[in-house]
T-cell receptor, first 111, second 113 residues
């Protein structure tokens, strides 16, 4: 079983839609949760970072962590064509050498 | 501009011909790491380095070597490349002691024929 599971998509939505991206994990020791955005032919860039459980909001983006269910989500409000990318979740137990990545969900926002 | 620079961006080589992919960061980060990205498998760590002269294996180190002689540089060496090393490679760096995440390079697409 993989440490982190993520639906690969692709997910296609119309502009303006609310997008929900999710990851599940198996290691209850994970405490640090991140979302990366990766545009085609580019490296991943850090989008959101959350410690432990709860919500974090940054503009149109909201990250949620539910440690009891071992489930994390990224919500994108008022999605834009420029949000079209692959979104990767990543997590760590606090060993700063070790991050576990999901395989990524490809999102396409249609104008 | 703070960045991680990888070279080359694209490389096609033949089985067994030694190659080096360079990685350099200008953020004075202690920690650097190499990942490969394959469809359906996501990012898998090859090697990492906590600081100069300190390196350790990640999850998929077989067939790769690294060195960290200077803080800013962390080259990835394939002594005898094989077709199963065809992949997209990323170098990343971060400040040790934080789980805030990495700064990634733009990637090197390697094809071994």
């Amino acid at each position: 079983q993989k440490e982190v599971e993520q639906d690969p998509g692709p997910l296609s939505v119309p502009e303006g839609a609310i997008v929900s991206l999710n990851c599940t994990y198996s290691n209850s020791a994970f405490q640090y949760f991140m979302w990366y955005r990766q545009y085609s032919r580019k490296g991943p860039e850090l989008l959101m970072y959350t410690y432990s459980s709860g919500n974090k909001e940054d503009g149109r983006f909201t990250a949620q962590v539910d440690k009891s269910s071992k489930y994390i989500s990224l919500f994108i409000r008022d999605s834009q064509p420029s949000d079209s990318a692959t979104y990767l979740c990543a997590m760590s137990a606090g060993d700063f050498n070790k991050f576990y990545f999901g395989s990524g969900t490809k999102l396409n926002v249609k104008p | 501009e703070a960045q991680v620079t990888q070279n080359p961006r694209y490389l096609i080589t033949v089985t067994g011909k030694k190659l080096t992919v360079t990685c350099s960061q200008n953020m004075n980060h202690e920690y650097m790491s190499w990942y490969r990205q394959d469809p359906g498998l996501g990012l898998r760590q090859i090697y990492y380095s906590m600081n100069v002269e300190v390196t350790d294996k990640g999850d998929v180190p077989e067939g790769y070597k690294v060195s960290r002689k200077e803080k800013r540089n962390f080259p990835l060496i394939l002594e005898s490349p094989s077709p199963n090393q065809t992949s997209l490679y990323f170098c990343a760096s971060s400040t040790t002691g934080t789980a805030y995440g990495y700064t990634f390079g733009s990637g090197t697409r390697l094809t071994v024929v």
